[in-house]
Structure formats: C-alpha cells, structure tokens
C-alpha cells in the first residue's frame, strides 16, 4: 500500500527554521520524482519544491533567496524540506507528494499519490 507522511510542521516565529519530513511506504522514493506543495488559506495549492533521480532538486519559489533545501534520504524513504528564515508569507498546509513518471514539475496533476499534509504556521 502507498502511503506518503508528512510530519515536522508547528508553529514557528518569524526567522525560524523548519524540517518537514516525508516518510514513503510502498514504494522506493528514488524511483519516484517527489514533491512539496503547499496551499495557504483561500490560495490555490503551489509547488514548493521537488526532487528525482532524473532531474535532481527543482525550486519552484524562493529560488533566488535559496531559504529552502531538499533532499532525500534514500536508505530511510524519507525526503525532507529544510525551510530558514521563515515568513509569515509563508504559513500554509504543505504537501508531499510522489509522481511515478520520475519527472519534477509544479503542476499538481502529475502526482499520483499524496501525503495527509502539515501545518506550518509562521507568526510575525
């Protein structure tokens, strides 16, 4: 059974730092492209970040700023999501998600299977 969980959210001041974890089951998560969304209230759902065999790590915001870090930890399954310097911006439910086509993209209709999400709240 597939199954993606995300842990590592909570409540952060801003300039904290953050690790949110994905821990896959079912699968091999070097196999997969695997990515981080995020959906903020009233906004629609958008790609963080992602990461695969294929294309390595791909920013899809901050990218200039470099305040996020993927990576993978394939001998655990888990792929993580390094966040510093935190903003209120960016108080959102994050998402990771995993695409069998091994390919990075921020368009959410290439996932195939997501994560229960976590909160992320980022007070000033």
């Known amino acids: 059974q597939v199954q993606l969980v995300e842990s590592g959210g909570g409540l952060v001041q801003a300039g904290g730092s953050l690790r949110l974890s994905c821990v896959a089951s079912g699968f091999t998560v070097d196999d997969y492209a695997i990515g981080w969304f995020r959906q903020a209230p009233g906004k629609e759902r958008e790609g963080v970040s992602c990461i695969s065999k294929n294309f390595g790590s791909v920013y899809y915001i901050d990218f200039e700023e470099g305040r996020f870090t993927i990576s993978k930890d394939n001998a655990n399954n888990t792929v993580y999501l390094q966040m510093n310097s935190l903003q209120p911006v960016d108080t959102a439910v994050y998402y990771c998600?995993?695409?069998?086509?091994?390919?990075?993209?921020?368009?959410?209709?290439?996932?195939?299977?997501w994560g229960q999400g976590t909160q992320v709240t980022v007070s000033p």
């Open positions: 998600a995993a695409s069998r086509l091994n390919y990075c993209a921020d368009n959410s209709i290439i996932y195939h299977y």
